[in-house]
Each structure stands twice: as structure tokens, then as C-alpha cells.
């Protein structure tokens, strides 16, 4: 693999490590064959999940996707991505077909509850 993608996040608590290593299954999940997960450390109040991947634009559009479907709000998911402006970021929110099927069943159900 050529390119090595470093994800970093601002943790505060045993609480934050869990959830980032819960994060960081979802990223071997999601990213598939187009990256490896090479690890991460800890330490200095940060936490850095390491990718290993021959396709960095896939590999980060992926990872971006799942740091979303995590619920990591917007403005916190900007700072790990380096995106200074919005419009930068919603350019790597590609929104595939699964997770409108997702938005359109949990609203379905929903309004099912509703009515």
C-alpha cells in the first residue's frame, strides 16, 4: 500500500477510547478492500487510527461516511477531516443508494408510529 491516511481525534476519557475503537471496526467494515486499518495509538490526549491504502480519495470518502453514520456531529467531523469550510466537506458526503433505502425505511417506520 502506498499511502498511509492518519485519522485523528481529541479525546477526553476511557469513554472517548471506547467509542473510537468501536469506531475503528466500522472503518475495517466500511473501507473493505480499497484499505487496510494498520492500527491506532493513544496518547497526549488524541487518538489516531491509521489506513493503509493504495486508493486515498476512496479510502478517505469512506472513512468520512463512517465517522457520519457514527453520529459524530458535523463541526467535530470537519476538524478530523481538515475541512475548514462546509462546502469542502459536503463534497466528500456522497450519499449511495443503501443509505437512502435506510432514510426512507426509518421513516417509513416512523410514520408508521406516528399515525
Known amino acids: 500500500m502506498n499511502y498511509q491516511l492518519v485519522l485523528q481525534f481529541v479525546v477526553n476519557s476511557t469513554a472517548d477510547f471506547d467509542r473510537l475503537v468501536s469506531l475503528e471496526t466500522k472503518l ?9 486499518v494498520d492500527g491506532h495509538d493513544f496518547g497526549s490526549g488524541t487518538f489516531n487510527i491509521f489506513v493503509l491504502t493504495n486508493e486515498p480519495t476512496i479510502a ?15 463541526p467535530v467531523a470537519m476538524t478530523i477531516t481538515g475541512h475548514r469550510t462546509d462546502s469542502m466537506f459536503r463534497r466528500y458526503a456522497i450519499v449511495n443508494e443503501e443509505q ?6 426509518k421513516t417509513q417506520a416512523y410514520l408508521a408510529t406516528a399515525a
Open 28 to 36: 475495517i467494515e466500511s473501507l473493505g478492500e480499497v484499505g487496510v
Open 60 to 74: 478517505f470518502t469512506r472513512s468520512h461516511q463512517a465517522i457520519l453514520k457514527e453520529g459524530v456531529p458535523v
Open 100 to 105: 437512502k433505502r435506510e432514510a426512507l425505511a
